[in-house]
């Protein structure tokens, strides 16, 4: 229930209902565990303690609660070898399509394109195609460990392609169409696919958009491929020859197949995801089966409270982790919601009409998403039957106390749960339960069987601001980077304290909650002072003259150099937007954090899944080449980002 409350420090916004907590997720997990002879005590805090202190006990029991079969003979839970080392459930086997199509009726997916033609997939219907796939890309030699790649927007064909590759133990990568070629091929090369499924174009922002051009240079640079099979459905652009055979997806599903999975091990590759490329060639992240499968149940089942049953909407391309998050939710027994296209054309609020025509029950968006439907003055609980959302999660980029205000003013009462993870663990560190109050601003909790930490740079763990580390393993750790001797996965993650995760964001744990203070590789560091990023767009995108800021910390030689660039709301004077950020800067934090110029921009860069580009505009501005600090491939708009090196060009050329 919405809590009607003072604005303070740690003020509750939302309380859970008591009478509906036996319904949810955690509950339900808690007295399961009393059946198997546990007594964790009945909060979240004390659940979460016995998981990190028995996490072997905590998988064990987790993977019966949520149905996940394991084969082969029962043996340890994990290896005692330390970090990054670590295998789980050794010697057992388990197929991550099988747990998502298998013991399921009713409704699967439901696509939703651009312009709001809709359509159904039974699980009946889904498995079928999946396994027609399957056969067909076994007759074209496809086995267990081979590379299927896939240049795919957020359509059924996409789950298909997923599920099949995964069934036979390939291993599954996609990027989604609007990524440029170059930034397509840094990933796919790396790979030697033998597969490519590709749409010959795309709906996007009311207009059909003709990739054929692009692909024929991806192929070109993809020497390993054998076969491509085409998506041609949701687009009027036509294929192209090739010089390898290809298919329709008419053709590859034609032949009808019985279900079939291969039984691989625990730790069998399952899919590659890449990192955003901005800070060099993007890394491979490779996930196995069963650690994203017992990770994506956890988030969705407890962190999110999904169930049998339920409409889920994640607002997520195919190149972001979310939308593998989305996906898993047929291993809950819940309807994929697809939305296709742009998700908020022609205005943010399709969103919310997507939700209420498909009374989605969980919906995913970033806290972007958030800040833009506020700054739009949005009203969906007024405009939308919102009656069967219960749970809004929010992920991305801290959430704003604006952000946390607007939604309980304008959307209702539902479970706010913001969390924090990322595409390196497949899953979250930082999320909350729906059995605990929400605090204006708070991230409600850590996540179960993760022990995450704040330390200072000398390792010590700290009750203020540090670096988010993670000091026991988590099943969902990448078995490794792809084309990596171990080296570069090691020096991301374990270098700076050896033998713990370190994240690479600054994490604060308070009384009333978890606060994520954003990139510790982008802080601020102006004369000794360490200032949050996240303490500026607070101050400053509350506003309503800034639509968004990105603010970032050079070294120049012996000068520190820190602009904050904005975009301005329409019709906003510069003048009086200056006056506005100053003041609010000097109100809300301190003059040491009032930036050395104030830039205004058209926009603010970002990559393809949301994030702002704070590390590559401050190289531009120490003298990087554009071609060195991004893959413009990889960006969302690279024109906007050729505008920021212009502008370090010209601030270079001035004497300073």
């Not at 996940?68 to 388990?94: I, K, N």
């Not at 399952?270 to 149940?297: D, Q, R």
Request: charged share 20%.
């Amino acid at each position: 229930m919405i809590v009607d409350a003072h604005a303070a420090d740690g003020e509750v916004i939302w309380q859970p209902d008591l009478a509906g907590n036996a319904e949810t997720g955690i509950e339900r997990f808690t007295q399961f565990l009393r059946t198997q002879g546990v007594e964790a005590g009945p909060r979240y805090d004390d659940v979460w303690q016995w998981s990190v202190d028995d996490p072997e006990r905590f998988w064990e029991l987790f993977a019966q609660f949520a149905g996940v079969e394991l084969g082969g003979p029962d043996g340890p839970v994990c290896t005692a070898d330390s970090m990054p080392h670590t295998r789980w459930f050794p010697g057992r086997t388990v197929n991550f399509a099988r747990h998502l199509l298998e013991g399921h009726d009713g409704t699967a997916l439901i696509a939703v394109a651009e312009d709001g033609a809709r359509e159904e997939v039974t699980w009946d219907s889904l498995r079928r195609e999946v396994a027609s796939l399957a056969q067909h890309l076994r007759a074209q030699g496809i086995g267990p460990g081979d590379r299927i790649v896939a240049v795919l927007p957020n359509v059924p064909e996409a789950v298909v392609g997923l599920l099949a590759a995964a069934s036979i133990g390939a291993l599954w990568s996609v990027c989604a169409p609007e990524f440029g070629a170059g930034a397509i091929v840094s990933r796919f090369a790396q790979l030697n696919p033998k597969v490519v499924i590709a749409a010959p174009g795309y709906r996007l922002g009311g207009r059909d958009r003709d990739r054929r051009q692009e692909l024929g240079a991806i192929f070109a640079q993809l020497p390993t491929v054998e076969h491509i099979i085409w998506v041609t459905r949701h687009a009027s652009t036509p294929v192209i020859e090739t010089p390898m055979p290809a298919a329709s997806w008419a053709q590859a599903v034609a032949a009808p197949a019985d279900p079939a999975y291969a039984d691989v091990e625990f730790s069998h590759p399952l899919w590659v995801l890449f990192s955003s490329g901005t800070t060099g060639i993007p890394k491979g992240i490779v996930h196995g089966h069963g650690g994203a499968l017992l990770e994506e149940m956890k988030m969705l089942l407890i962190h999110s409270d999904l169930r049998p049953g339920d409409r889920y909407l994640n607002v997520a391309s195919t190149s972001w982790v979310l939308w593998n998050s989305l996906i898993s939710a047929l291993g809950v027994g819940a309807t994929a919601v697809l939305v296709d296209g742009n998700p908020t054309f022609p205005s943010v609020d399709r969103v919310w009409q997507t939700v209420a025509a498909e009374k989605v029950a969980v919906l995913g968006v970033g806290a972007g998403f958030i800040h833009a439907c506020a700054k739009s003055e949005l009203m969906p609980m007024r405009e939308h039957d919102l009656s069967a959302l219960r749970c809004l999660q929010v992920t991305g980029s801290p959430l704003s106390t604006d952000g946390y205000r607007w939604v309980y003013g304008q959307v209702g009462d539902i479970w706010l749960s913001s969390m924090s993870g990322g595409t390196d663990i497949a899953s979250i560190f930082v999320g909350g339960s729906p059995t605990l109050p929400v605090r204006v601003g708070y991230i409600q909790a850590p996540a179960l069987a993760v022990r995450v930490e704040s330390w200072d740079e000398a390792g010590n763990p700290t009750t203020g601001k540090g670096e988010l580390v993670v000091t026991k393993p988590m099943p969902s750790m990448p078995l490794r980077f792809w084309g990596d001797d171990g080296t570069r996965y090691h020096d991301s993650y374990f270098s700076t304290y050896p033998g713990v995760w370190r994240h690479g964001d600054y994490i604060e744990f308070t009384r009333h909650g978890i606060l994520i203070h954003g990139r510790s590789d982008s802080t601020l560091n102006r004369n000794g002072l360490r200032l949050g990023s996240a303490d500026i767009y607070t101050a400053v995108e509350s506003l309503p003259e800034v639509a968004e800021a990105l603010v970032v910390g050079a070294e120049l030689g012996t000068n520190y150099y820190m602009p904050l660039f904005v975009k301005l709301t329409e019709g906003t004077e510069p003048a009086a937007a200056e006056e506005a950020i100053t003041r609010s800067i000097r109100d809300n934090l301190s003059v040491r954090y009032l930036p050395d110029e104030i830039v205004i921009m058209r926009a603010i860069p970002h990559t393809r899944t949301g994030k702002k580009l704070e590390v590559p505009v401050k190289r531009l501005l120490q003298g990087v080449a554009l071609s060195e600090v991004a893959d413009l491939g990889a960006v969302d708009d690279p024109e906007l980002l050729e505008e920021y090196a212009r502008f370090a060009i010209a601030r270079e050329a001035v004497p300073q």
